[in-house]
């Protein structure tokens, strides 16, 4: 299991936070460890998704995403 911290733009409250869980919770092999405005930590299993699928989720939510720390 790799972790990585997303960086994400566009979050501004508590509805904002739930909708970016929602999102990565959705993706196969994440497990969300911690999610905050402006960040989200989680982890993964590489052979199901990759930072791709991570990225695709937050910006299908209707999010910015870049990875901070791998």
Do not use: F, W
Not at 27 to 53: C, F, H, M, R, W
Not at 55 to 68: C, I, L
Request: contains cysteine.
């Amino acid at each position: 299991m790799a972790v990585t911290t997303l960086r994400i733009e566009g979050m501004h409250c508590g509805h904002c936070v739930g909708k970016v869980s929602k999102a990565l919770a959705a993706v196969p092999g994440v497990n969300v460890k911690k999610v905050e405005i402006g960040s989200a930590t989680v982890e993964y299993d590489a052979a199901q998704s990759g930072l791709d699928a991570l990225a695709a989720a937050v910006r299908d939510a209707g999010y910015e995403t870049g990875v901070s720390v791998s």
